[in-house]
């Protein structure tokens, strides 16, 4: 794998093999090895391999396989790693998509495309998880609008032709019976389906609905399966025994042979975007994979993101309305609390208002469900000193520490560092510190001591950290085991709890607060599918929003569930300001322990791309939104253009190999989020 000096071509001979071998490094090029003679029948372009790289023993990808290299003097494969190729020719293909497109290498796009831990067993063939047949239960009757929708998909599906379809639906409007359905229609066709959720939250609920309907030829794909359970779903997708995959982002990538349908539910989630290199949208990726494959690609969501409503509008998507809940029910009341109005003058005393506190306790009396939001984890959000002021910081990344009851320390929710809460002020060594702000551990102690003989349960990432959580959260939710659940972001995605009639909002303002031009979008979408968990069986459904900013379009948008209203305010905002949808942003972020060097080579890095920039506006640079993070110093330039590929190009003219400009690595987050 180390190329030589030596520049001249090895000639052509019968019997010599040799790989281009791609490594999941930043480095835009391939390294060629020779195939001993005894593995040439066996090795195939998609499989992997180990071979020799300087010191190391490295697992490449073979990206191709030739007769010929410009180099004379090659080293040698030590293993085929794998019995089949883990990339297809068409993985192959998206892969190079992928590369284009993101500014990551090839041999990075191909590392995220399987799994690191996937092991090569003989026996995995014949293992196969507990055997489970489909439900006989009839499926449920479909309303005007389903049926409308679904004849367009199914047409689109037996004509083998890409189509892409917004399916823009309110909560409860059955647009997992619309999935059901499709799905169906795609097996008797000989395809198979990949199905995307945002949370891993969200799956044990979804496999169980997927599983009454097709058995066990469902395949879970997440991040917290083992290494053995990720092996055996491998193999059950790459053999065909199995032909759907339900699981989170990178299920995208899910070997599954002949696909005829990728279904994103809850399309509009930020966390379709990956946070490492190749930061990609699994939106954008199941579009191009749908482009490669001629399937079917439906983006479901209540609250559609922006850019994919864009599109419907400007018909590059097709748009499916599914305006009313099933079997006539209700959208839920929103009641909008003023809490300038509750709290003036008094201070603030609790979480809750008088109506919201009011509203629970007829809960608890009725013995019905409800479901509080408040999008902050922890128990206080700042340490602060009653004399001088000063907030308790990371001493590794300039953002404010945040106090967790279950572990009595300090937390930074960047870099994990912990510590115990000073006994005075660490900065003038007199005052005390006073815990300020709630988060979701405060709003479970007070629930708590509200209602002491209730059940009462928190969903957040520091509760369903460990593996089986999330089923285990979802099981006593469903069997009323839990009565008052308080939870982040996750409790507003996709839970269908008959019994839950109130959803209360504690902060409807956190995400307002960001210095994000997506403020209000995540506000209304938050809003909106929190709402949604209430009134999804036979009572009504009640939803109470405390708020500082009750005039905010967003705000108000969602209290009436009214996508257009907020659609109309948001696409304003946007065109006059020349921002997504109507052009692509890529963030580059310069990194480096000394802060001068960084703001310097960020400097530079900007006047270099603002030579050639041409159409491609040029920002910055900028402190990052933090500055910095463990440890590292980060600078931002922003580009701006109407198309990426040009963008992606003079980055890479700019940039050394590895991504790095003036010795310091930069990442390229195109489409950031």
Not at 121 to 145: F, G, K, V, W
Not at 478 to 502: C, E, F, N, R, S
Not at 599 to 618: N, T, W, Y
Request: hydrophobic share 40%; with cysteine.
């Amino acid at each position: 794998g180390e190329l030589t000096a030596s520049q001249a071509p090895l000639p052509q001979r019968i019997g010599v093999m040799i790989a281009e071998v791609r490594f999941n490094l930043p480095v835009d090029r391939g390294f060629d090895y020779l195939v001993p003679e005894a593995w040439r029948a066996a090795l195939r372009p998609g499989m992997r391999v180990a071979a020799p790289f300087g010191p190391r023993r490295l697992i490449g990808f073979v990206q191709q396989l030739r007769r010929t290299s410009r180099f004379a003097q090659l080293k040698t494969v030590l293993k085929i790693v794998d019995e089949h190729p883990v990339l297809t020719p068409e993985a192959l293909r998206l892969a190079t998509w992928l590369a284009g497109y993101y500014g990551c290498s090839l041999g990075q796009a191909y590392g995220c495309m399987v799994p690191a831990a996937l092991r090569r067993r003989q026996s995995l063939a014949e293992e196969r998880p507990d055997s489970e047949a489909p439900s006989t239960e009839r499926p449920p009757s479909l309303t005007t609008h389903q049926q409308r929708a679904l004849a367009q998909v199914e047409t689109a599906l037996r004509r083998r032709r890409h189509r892409t379809f917004l399916v823009h639906g309110v909560t409860g409007s059955g647009k997992t019976e619309l999935y059901l359905r499709t799905i169906a229609c795609a097996l008797a066709l000989g395809r198979s389906a990949i199905v995307l959720v945002p949370e891993i939250a969200l799956t044990p609920q979804m496999i169980d609905r997927f599983r009454a309907r097709f058995g066990d030829d469902v395949v879970l794909w997440h991040s917290r399966l083992t290494d053995r359970q990720r092996s055996v779903q491998w193999e059950q997708l790459r053999s065909g025994r199995s032909r759907i995959v339900v699981g989170t982002r990178s299920a995208v990538f899910a070997p599954v042979e002949r696909v005829g349908v990728l279904i994103l539910d809850e399309e509009h989630d930020s966390s379709y975007k990956q946070a490492q290199t190749p930061r990609y949208h699994a939106r954008d990726v199941a579009l191009a994979r749908g482009r490669l494959r001629g399937a079917v690609v439906l983006l479901g969501s209540a609250t559609p993101s922006v850019e994919s409503y864009h599109a419907a509008m400007q018909g590059r998507f097709h748009h499916l309305s599914l305006p009313e809940r099933v079997r006539g029910r209700a959208l839920p009341q929103v009641d909008i609390v003023d809490m300038r109005e509750e709290f003036g003058g008094r201070g603030r005393l609790g979480p809750f208002s008088p109506r919201l506190a009011l509203a629970l306790r007829r809960v608890v009396e009725l013995k019905e469900q409800a479901i509080l939001l408040l999008n902050r984890r922890g128990f206080a959000r700042v340490a602060q000193c009653a004399t001088c002021g000063t907030t308790v910081r990371c001493s590794q990344c300039a953002v404010p520490l945040i106090y967790h009851a279950s572990t009595r320390q300090l937390t930074c929710h960047y870099c994990n560092a912990r510590q115990p809460v000073p006994e005075t002020c660490p900065s003038c060594r007199k005052g005390y510190l006073r815990l300020r702000g709630w988060g979701t551990e405060r709003i479970e102690s007070e629930l708590h001591r509200l209602f002491p003989a209730s059940g009462i349960a928190r969903m957040d990432t520091d509760t369903t950290r460990r593996r089986e959580s999330h089923r285990r959260l979802y099981d006593a939710i469903t069997t009323q085991a839990i009565d008052l659940l308080v939870g982040t972001q996750m409790v507003a995605k996709g839970l269908d709890v008959p019994q839950v009639t109130l959803v209360g909002v504690v902060s409807a303002d956190t995400a307002l607060n960001l210095p994000d031009f997506r403020a209000g979008e995540r506000t209304f979408d938050l809003l909106t599918q929190v709402a949604g968990r209430a009134g999804r069986g036979d009572r009504p459904g009640q939803v109470i929003v405390q708020t500082y900013c009750p005039g905010h379009y967003a705000i108000r948008a969602a209290a009436m569930h009214d996508y257009q209203a907020f659609f109309r305010d948001e696409i304003g905002i946007r065109r006059r300001l020349a921002l997504p949808p109507f052009v692509h942003l890529i963030e580059l972020t310069v990194q480096g322990h000394r802060a001068e060097a960084v703001e310097e080579a960020a400097a530079a890095l900007a006047e270099q791309l603002k030579l050639s920039a041409g159409r491609i506006d040029v920002l910055g640079p900028a402190p990052h939104r933090i500055v910095r993070l463990r440890k590292t110093y980060r600078w931002c330039v922003v580009l701006k253009t109407r198309s990426v590929p040009p963008a992606v190009r003079l980055i890479r003219r700019v940039l050394r190999e590895g991504s790095r400009f003036r010795g310091l690595p930069v990442i390229i987050d195109v489409d950031p989020l």
